[in-house]
Nanobody, 121 residues
Framework: QVQFVESGGGLVQPGGSLRLSCAAS????????MGWYRQAPGKQRELVAG???????NYTDSVKGRFTISRDNAKNTVYLQMNSLQPEDTAVYYC???????????????WGQGTQVTVSS
């Protein structure tokens, strides 16, 4: 059974930074691409950043140039460095393995509890 434990969220002022971490149990690193998703109140969950086993990365347009995803396969951990945070980045952030990464990405396993990011002055 694969489980994800996200951490690192919090309250930050606009323009601030946070670094999220996600530790995964189970032998999925080295097999799946990994992704960070977010869900804002009243909105659908969206994939905002992905990283392949080859460490190729992709970002949704709204976070390009501000967010950086990385992975440490030895630690079964994926990170999301978030800079220049804006109020519209406020959401619960989740990680998951990404199936169908190059065609029709989908979350491969059940969700963890996520970590809340709130950007407000």
């Amino acid at each position: 059974q694969v489980q994800f434990v996200e951490s690192g969220g919090g309250l930050v002022q606009p323009g601030g930074s946070l670094r999220l971490s996600c530790a995964a149990s189970g032998s999925i690193f080295g097999i799946f691409a990994m992704g960070w998703y977010r869900q804002a109140p009243g909105k659908q969950r969206e994939l905002v950043a992905g990283v392949t086993n080859g460490r190729s990365t992709n970002y949704t347009d709204s976070v390009k140039g501000r967010f950086t995803i990385s992975r440490d396969n030895a630690k079964n951990t994926v990170y999301l460095q978030m800079n220049s945070l804006q109020p519209e980045d406020t959401a619960v952030y989740y990680c998951n393995a990404v199936g169908g990464y190059y065609r029709d990405p989908y979350p491969a396993f059940s969700w963890g509890q996520g970590t809340q990011v709130t950007v407000s002055s």
